[in-house]
């Protein structure tokens, strides 16, 4: 039964608990370093150990791809067109632009490149995520980048189907620790990336954070949260979005925040009906239990500004009145038609998205991961002499003679 409690209670609940990352880079760092040491030979030996790869390699055929995309069901092909054309257009929006402005004799301007290489990590544990390659190869496809690779570490028809679908080439089948080292340092058979984005496990987790800095990463996710706020709503709808949370992992935080004592109680007994019949209780139903709540509070103001400490992965509101207030948020779900669900697979933005408080310091994945933004800066004599005086004095306080001399042999000073 999921609890109802009051707000005072909310900071126990919402305190995360602590990953065991650093359990886990102890797992993981000697297979970091056993991939950076011996390549490809250390790949196969986990792939094979942890994933049940048979094959000679970790690169997925062109044949093997072609075959994944001929058993698709019609109906499968059909959603994942409908998916990519949404997050296309989501991702072209979020393209910057380049440009360049005259300004008192300076030509100052930005222009956009995308990364060479980047990988996308698709989970394949309980739950095979297809939608992550969409969510994951769009975006880059829309910003340009030439090589995109996809990791996956089970043979999954749907994940490699859609990067059939998609036209990605660069398949693996890899996981864990040893995909993201393969990434990091590259090995013969497997390209390094620039960046490596999309969810996994703790150890995926812990891999990416020991060897962020080496190569670029999107960030370190945590369990799956939701955090919804309604005064008022139909408890079929708010406890199915709190269970479609719940169902991903039995660590999945499932929150609705409420000014209502008889809606609580009425999405509290409609979950328990739900579960009933849902497949996924078994999962589900523990994530209700240990990580999950109603919580009554004294007005949406208060709810917001809760929702605000805990900086949710996705926040649901009733509508767009309190969008104003929103600081801290993955991405936002706004009145009774737009369940979390629809970002997840088909609306656009994108569902790679920041947990476990990271949203306090960046929204979810987007096209501006693939891409570097490059100042451009041409000044004219007079504009150079101009700013001279203001130059040398800030280099020289600084104890950089060469950098105020560089300005002065110019201007003949």
């Known amino acids: 039964m999921i609890r109802i409690l009051q707000s005072r209670d909310v900071g126990r609940l919402l305190a995360r608990k602590a990953a065991r990352l650093t359990e886990a880079e102890t797992v993981v760092r000697p297979i970091l370093d056993a991939v950076r040491r011996r390549g490809d030979g250390a790949l196969l030996e986990y792939a094979r150990r942890f994933d049940g790869l048979t094959r000679k390699t970790v690169r997925v055929s ?20 409908v998916a990519a054309e949404n997050i296309r257009a989501y991702a072209r929006l979020q393209m910057p632009r380049e440009w360049m402005r005259m300004t008192r004799g300076m030509r100052l301007g930005q222009i956009v490149r995308p990364l060479d290489t980047v990988a996308a990590y698709i989970p394949a544990g309980r739950y095979p995520l297809p939608s992550t390659v969409l969510m994951t ?40 620790a040893q995909a993201i080292a393969a990434f990091a340092f590259g090995t013969r058979t497997v390209p390094r990336a620039d960046r490596i984005v999309g969810p996994g496990n703790i150890y995926v987790a812990a891999a990416k954070r020991l060897l962020a800095g080496e190569v670029g990463i999107d960030f370190v996710a945590g369990p799956t949260e939701i955090l919804i706020i309604a005064a008022e709503g139909d408890p079929r709808h708010l406890a199915a979005d709190l269970l479609a949370q719940a169902e991903h992992d039995v660590d999945a935080s499932a929150v609705l925040l409420t000014t209502s004592k008889r809606l609580a109680a009425a999405v509290a007994k409609e979950v328990e009906r739900q579960l009933a019949t849902l497949p996924t209780a078994a999962v589900a139903r523990q994530s209700i239990s240990k990580n999950s709540a109603v919580i009554l509070v004294g007005s949406l103001a208060e709810a917001v500004e809760i ?73 004219s004599e007079p504009a150079l002499a101009r700013l001279a005086p203001a130059i040398t004095t800030l280099a020289r306080a600084e104890g950089l003679e060469a950098h105020a001399r560089s300005v002065e042999v110019r201007l003949g000073s």
């Open 137 to 176: 190869a769009v975006p880059a496809q829309v910003a340009g980048v030439p090589n995109i690779c996809v990791a996956s570490p089970k043979p999954v028809t749907e994940v490699w189907g859609t990067a059939a679908m998609l036209g990605v080439s660069n398949v693996f089948q890899m996981g864990g």
């Open 307 to 379: 929702s605000n400490r805990f900086a949710p992965e996705h926040l649901s509101i009733p509508d767009d009145t309190l969008l104003l207030k929103v600081r801290h948020a993955g991405s936002v779900f706004v009145g009774p038609y737009s369940p979390e669900a629809a970002g997840d697979y088909c609306s656009g933005p994108n569902h790679v998205l920041p947990t476990s408080g990271a949203a306090r310091i960046r929204g979810g994945l987007s096209v501006s991961d693939f891409l570097k933004v490059i100042s451009v800066q041409e000044l």
């Open 62 to 81: 062109a044949a093997e791809l072609r075959a994944a995309h001929e058993r698709l069901a019609p109906s499968f092909r059909r959603a994942v067109r």
